[in-house]
């Protein structure tokens, strides 16, 4: 035989002409611990039958979870037996998986079995179930599919115990249901904490039975001005429309708002434990307690309820009326809540009103030097008072900043103080990694998103493995809801990124293309569960284009089913616009923009690829330029960057690459690059300038990327025609405080992006 019939041979008896890859066969986010193929399948049909184990009601609720599941498959609950029988499931208590949420899953083609000792690792194994069979499961009466789930062995354990989703229903409300949904989401994605932030300056979210005005007054607000930016955005996208649901009609205005009563938090309580999830309430204070003040103005300092220059009004600390207040409501949130932990926020106080007669005489009295001391003072008697009530305190890392006690749980979220995670930890304090950089899932969310949660490391900089394994427990995402109004914005804003999350804190193992593979399958299944997730994006071309003849729009899809449709007259595309084609020619300049729609009818973001004709820029010549850019930077606060040209430069140093020089890192700064770009051949070239805050790209005193502005993390891009040789550039950024970045690529004739290389800087 020649090596190729062989080879032939091989793949017909091995079926491996058509066999999916593991990502493929095996589409489970976040991927197990360790996953052994296995040949074959295993069919559940009506006569399938489930073993319960002997140790009585060890898995009852987990049982009834699966039966739920498979109903929908079925029709009917599978018959329960005592035994394993052939074609059978078995759920099976197994002392000897240690692991918290550990489980063991065997699949074979005529049995399977889910092995845990613990509920919640039978809930997990439940939930991997649910991933291997068809997404027609998620809907009763959907499925035509057969239940067949591919043979495995996965033996599998958490990488983190503390692997969490955050939603802020202050800023915006959530009701019941929809906290349920993202709850469910959650399940299915091994999360086990939901942190609920129920209180803040814009609402009051959680009766309190000893003072009723925090709801009847704090829960209810006029349009604010997130909402009117809300309203202002919804022109263009139905989704940032306040839900009507959270209006109301009170002496001739409309008010904004809604409440969660004990018993309703309650039932969210419930819909977590019998999924295995905790639910932590964030009672913010001192500062963000507008809502509070408003119902009780006694909680101040001054009595005054505003915005200081950055923060608004904090209550006082240095009244025993206060204490006595947060007491009962603590008191009342420690009894409602079964998680070990309250959140009490501790983050961004002004302690501007911290200056009355009582604060310098409690200051005195405690030998407390300054406000900072007496924000410290607050969170240790907040932190013993829950102590007396069997609770765990957790603060964001700002409570850092005046000492705090070992015992206390941070979270961290300033990107731009990167030594706090550290601090904390040599402080001996739990902490939770949050960091706004990449877990804030407020920040809008673009084509390197996802790679970017997928990346992130868990373990903080200047922490050692050993210091992590005692003191860091996971990490989660936030979801902030200034800019979040309605249930459907929500889903866009996580969905995807909270897979990736879901993967870096259970399984902690990069493995990124396989996961892009086995999510591609997800989104059929999110799809069914009405989650209107944001959908992948289109690729294939740059938003700023530059032809010099004629070119061809040529769109590459994320996933088979999109249908996109495009417009050239400046138009949003709607369902109704032509469908693009394979190859749309370009011959003269013109904007054409793209959206994909699912088959479901969930819309994807509107691309707009404006055309622009170009000759090539010729080369300049310079004598004998020198290695690198110049990089001239000013120390200031610079909204755009064109403002850099009216302010005096504080130095001015030569860069080997596009970097910020450390001379200009101050918290709010400019720079300002410039020299020449030796491109080594005649063509058409992409540029990626990726900027937090923002920045702008020149080339032969053309723009060709226009980033500008006070922004997170954001990806732009823009295409030049340029001739080989040396051509002028003008790379300004701008940092507005809140930790920076700055990346520059390029691609030419569709390669990969890549670094500029250091021998085309010159000046
Ligand atoms: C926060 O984002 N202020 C914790």
Redesign the pocket.
Known sequence: MTRFLWLIFLLLITGTATAQTAPERYPLIPYPASLTPATGTFTITKATQLALPKEGKHFEKEAEQLQALLRNGVGAPLKTTKKLVANGIELRYDASIMAPEGYRLTITPQQMTLAAKEPAGMFRAVQTVRQLLPATIEKAGKSAAPMTLPAVQIEDQPAYAWRGMHLDVSRHFFDVAYIKKYMDLLALYKFNKLHLHLTDDQGWRLEIKKYPKLTEVGAWRTFNNQDSACIKKSKDNPDFALEPKHLRQRNGQTEYGGFYTQDEMRGIIAYATARHIEVIPEIDMPG?MMAAIRAYPFLTCNGKNDWGKLFSTPICPCNESTYEFVENVLKEVAALFPSPYVHI?A??VDKASWNTTACTELMQKEGIKDVNGLQSYFVRRVERFLQSKGKKMIG?D?MLEGGIDPSATV?Y??SWVKDAPAKAIRNGNPLIM?P?STL?FDNLPDKNSLGKVYDFDVVPAGVDAAQSQKALLGAQA?L?TEQVPSENRADYMVMPRMTALAEVVWTNKKQYASYLTRLRQHYPRLALLNVHYRVPDLAGFSEESVFTDKTSLQVEKPLDNLIIRYTTDGSIPTDASPVLPAALPITQPTTVKLVAFTPEGLRGDTYAIRYKQQAYAAPVSAKAPAPGLTATYFTGYFKKSALMQQAKANGSTTVTSVQVPKQAEADQFGVQFRGYLDVPETGIYTFYLTCDDGGTLRLADRIVVDNDGLHSAIEKTGQVALTKGLHPIALDFVEGGGGYMLLLKYSKDGSEPQQVPANWLKH
Request: glycine residues 8%.
């Open positions: 963000h926020g983050d961004e964001w700002d979270m979220w300033r949050t706004v804030y936030n902030w």
